[in-house]
């Protein structure tokens, strides 16, 4: 990634850890955020405000644009102002087009609940209005004339993601009838695709529009917590179903096809690092 310029919008957790591999293979990158004191001091600092019409610094002219804004709450306004018009400040700002937009989306876009399986040309049908408002932040991004991808992440766990943990160490599991599948990606293969995609459309390989990044092992969040429960050597004493999106299984053959190999291929090895890593 030598003589590589690179914006990241939206810098937060795998904003900043994508700038850091960057960084460490030569490219120059800057992060935008609102809070640039917690940015690594290898990524260099662009205070603004992704969800206010005039928040945003002067942006640097960048060969890469990655769009990776995470909104605070689910709120739909909060979603559009961040995921809508922050993308569309971003690049109406942008001094002129970057060879390649990379924005990372979500799961959220699709509404399937009876165990399907999908995949990029699964319907998006979203039945909430975050859902709603992801996908046209999709829309935007492959409508705006610029080469884009939209890498659609599940369930994002690993370091500073504990809220299922917390849920096992409180005595909580879900149900295992009705049975509800769940699909998660490390933080650490989300970084390594957004790296990988970009060293691929660095090299001239074309770029997919859509591409769904998840684990090989889609699994009834039942089975998941009752295997960190023994992990970790807590009592089961309450039953409770866990509040998420419908039931799918999500298949990533697009993403496996791109030569990316995973680091995390299921819970089981994502969970037991970061369980090794509290030790």
Request: with cysteine; hydrophobic share 40%.
């Given at each position: 990634m030598q003589n590589t310029r690179v914006l990241i919008a939206g810098c937060g957790d795998v904003g900043s850890a994508l700038g850091l591999n960057l960084a460490a293979?030569?490219?120059?990158?800057?992060?935008?955020?609102?809070?640039?004191?917690?940015?690594?001091?290898?990524?260099?600092?662009?205070?603004?405000?992704?969800?206010?019409?005039?928040?945003?610094?002067d942006l640097p002219a960048c060969d890469y644009l990655v769009y990776s804004a995470a909104a605070k709450s689910r709120d739909p306004e909060?979603?559009?102002?961040?995921?809508?018009?922050?993308?569309?400040?971003?690049?109406?700002?942008?001094?002129?087009?970057?060879?390649?937009?990379?924005?990372?989306?979500?799961t959220g876009v699709y509404a399937q609940k009876q165990h399907e399986w999908i995949d990029e040309f699964s319907a998006t049908e979203p039945d909430s209005p975050t859902g709603r408002i992801l996908l046209e932040s999709?829309?935007?991004?492959?409508?705006s004339g610029l080469p884009a991808s939209v890498v659609r992440f599940s369930g994002i766990y690993g370091p500073g993601?504990?809220?299922?943990?917390?849920?096992?160490?409180?005595?909580?599991?879900?149900?295992?009838?009705?049975?509800?599948?769940?699909?998660?990606?490390h933080r650490?293969?989300?970084?390594?695709?957004?790296?990988?995609?970009?060293?691929?459309?660095?090299?001239?390989?074309?770029?997919a529009p859509i591409y769904l990044a998840?684990?090989?092992?889609?699994?009834?969040?039942?089975?998941?917590?009752?295997?960190?429960?023994?992990?970790?050597?807590?009592?089961i004493n309450e039953r409770r179903p866990v509040r998420r999106g419908g039931s799918k299984r999500c298949r990533n053959l697009r993403m496996k096809a791109t030569g990316y190999p995973l680091l995390y291929?299921?819970?089981?090895?994502?969970?037991s690092e970061l369980l090794s890593s509290e030790d």
């Open positions: 293979e030569g490219a120059e990158v800057y992060g935008l955020r609102r809070t640039i004191n917690q940015l690594p001091g290898a990524i260099q600092p662009l205070a603004g405000d992704l969800s206010s019409a005039d928040g945003l610094p909060v979603y559009r102002s961040v995921y809508v018009d922050g993308l569309r400040r971003v690049l109406n700002a942008l001094p002129k087009p970057p060879r390649h937009l990379l924005l990372t989306g979500s999709e829309h935007l991004a492959l409508s993601r504990t809220h299922l943990l917390n849920q096992v160490r409180a005595g909580i599991q879900a149900p295992e009838a009705p049975i509800h599948y769940s699909n998660r990606i650490d293969d989300c970084v390594g695709i957004l790296a990988h995609l970009l060293r691929m459309a660095r090299s001239g390989k074309p770029l998840s684990d090989d092992a889609p699994t009834p969040i039942s089975e998941v917590m009752g295997w960190l429960a023994k992990q970790i050597g807590v009592q291929p299921d819970f089981r090895a994502g969970f």
